[in-house]
């Protein structure tokens, strides 16, 4: 069965630097979530879109911008890199407004690393 | 607003004996709550949910887990632990909107042989 596909797996990048994240959620899933989890840390909750709208934001640094597109993948830009963006970040797809129902599908992650 | 909490950052059971993991969690609202497992640089699988439908969950690997209201809690068990168990697990509760899912902080589950 089709997953959440998230590329890269790894980037590294270097201080200042700029960074794109894409997320291609599982077919017919409207809804994109967006997680950071340092390392030792539980996920935190970034940005979320439903129907390519934003839907809700949480802790999302004004550095990092994020969209959903036509054919609802995500981007998630990251600029001005700092060395505290190192983490992993997850790509979660769900269904609709009964997103509890259905479940959420996590994406395998991009590692960030930045230099 | 809803909350997860873990109760026990880290547990650690002989291969053969019965997990327990806690979670208790504060919600307005009859909650959805799910376990989420994480081995060591992989992603997360969802192990199990309960969404009001019946009140004992049966998940995957022989996990479930019992939503009780009274106590606020969904703890995660299984009857005998298997070495392939050890990883992160998490309990996550889903905000009333449906626009974010809540984690807790985890619980990293140890196996001795």
């Known amino acids: 069965a089709a997953g959440v596909i998230q590329s890269p797996r790894h980037l590294i990048k270097e201080k200042r630097e700029t960074a794109t994240l894409k997320c291609y959620p599982i077919?017919?899933?409207?809804?994109v979530y967006w997680y950071q989890q340092g390392p030792g840390q539980d996920p935190q909750f970034l940005i979320s879109?439903?129907?390519?709208?934003?839907?809700d934001k949480g802790s999302i640094p004004d550095r990092f911008s994020a969209q959903q597109f036509s054919d609802y993948h995500s981007e998630l830009n990251m600029s001005s890199l700092e060395l505290g963006d190192s983490a992993l970040y997850f790509c979660?797809?769900?269904?609709?407004?009964?997103?509890?129902?259905?479940?959420?599908?996590f994406g395998s992650g991009t590692r960030l690393t930045v230099v | 607003a809803q909350s997860v909490t873990q109760l026990d950052s880290h547990v650690s059971v002989s291969e053969g004996t019965p997990v327990l993991l806690r979670c208790n969690y504060s919600?307005?609202?009859?909650?959805?709550l799910f376990w989420y497992v994480q081995h060591p640089n992989k992603g997360l699988q969802l192990l199990l949910k309960y969404t009001s439908a019946a009140t004992l969950v049966k998940g995957i690997n022989g996990f479930e887990a019992e939503f009780k209201k009274s106590e606020t809690s969904f703890h995660l068990t299984k009857p005998s632990a298997h070495m392939s168990d050890a990883a992160e697990y998490f309990c996550?509760?889903?905000?009333?909107?449906?626009?974010?899912?809540?984690f807790g902080k985890g619980t990293r589950l140890h196996i001795l042989p």
């Open positions: 919600s307005s609202y009859s909650p959805s």
């Open positions: 879109f439903y129907e390519k709208m934003q839907s």
């Open positions: 996550v509760v889903a905000t009333d909107r449906d626009d974010k899912i809540i």
């Open positions: 979660a797809s769900s269904l609709g407004r009964d997103s509890r129902f259905y479940g959420y599908t």
């Open positions: 077919p017919r899933h409207d809804t």
